[in-house]
């Protein structure tokens, strides 16, 4: 397994294509949810993912959280390949470039209400009230710097 590092910039077009399709097939299929995944912050974000023999197996992205200084935005966090550990490797890589590629003070996500618990396992304490995105219960949750 891969770890792989890299602002919109570096990736290749198969490195794009597997992103958008592994994206597609989780949050757009899986989920049964039509949304605009090409939201227009890829370009200012680092890819984060593993991989194996070229297949995609985890991805997350991390960019600023716009009108926030100093904070970072994970989303789009996602495994193919359930029950390795995989999910809890990528997001600790997500928070390591946040912190230190990035310099953020903090991490902002808007998870999921079911994975609640999995950023928690990671130090995400929530804030605020659930809300409906995409008719997809989510809760905001924020991780400071230590």
Same mark, same amino acid.
């Given at each position: 397994?891969?770890?792989?590092?890299?602002?919109?910039?570096?990736?290749?077009?198969?490195?794009?294509?597997?992103?958008?399709?592994?994206?597609?097939?989780?949050?757009?299929?899986?989920?049964?949810?039509?949304?605009?995944?090409?939201?227009?912050?890829?370009?200012?974000?680092?890819?984060?993912?593993?991989?194996?023999?070229?297949?995609?197996?985890?991805?997350?992205?991390?960019?600023?959280?716009?009108?926030?200084?100093?904070?970072?935005?994970?989303?789009?966090?996602?495994?193919?390949?359930?029950? !390795?550990?995989? /999910?809890?490797?990528? $997001?600790?890589? #997500? =928070?390591?470039?946040?912190?230190? *590629?990035?310099?953020?003070?903090?991490?902002?996500?808007?998870?999921?209400?079911?994975?609640?618990?999995?950023?928690?396992?990671?130090?995400? !304490?929530?804030? /605020?009230?659930?809300? $409906?995105?995409? #008719? =997809?219960?989510?809760?905001?949750? *924020?991780?400071?710097?230590?």
């Amino acid at each position: 397994m891969e770890l792989f590092i890299k602002p919109f910039s570096e990736l290749t077009n198969a490195e794009l294509y597997e992103i958008l399709k592994a994206r597609a097939e989780v949050f757009v299929v899986e989920q049964n949810c039509v949304y605009n995944d090409l939201d227009g912050k890829d370009e200012k974000a680092l890819h984060i993912w593993y991989a194996e023999k070229d297949a995609l197996c985890a991805y997350l992205r991390v960019c600023e959280k716009a009108g926030e200084e100093g904070v970072a935005h994970v989303g789009r966090v996602l495994t193919l390949r359930r029950k !390795e550990g995989l /999910g809890a490797a990528i $997001l600790k890589e #997500g =928070i390591r470039a946040a912190f230190e *590629r990035m310099g953020a003070k903090e991490i902002y996500i808007e998870a999921q209400t079911y994975a609640r618990g999995f950023y928690a396992r990671e130090g995400f !304490e929530e804030y /605020g009230e659930e809300f $409906l995105e995409d #008719g =997809i219960p989510h809760i905001r949750m *924020r991780l400071k710097r230590s």
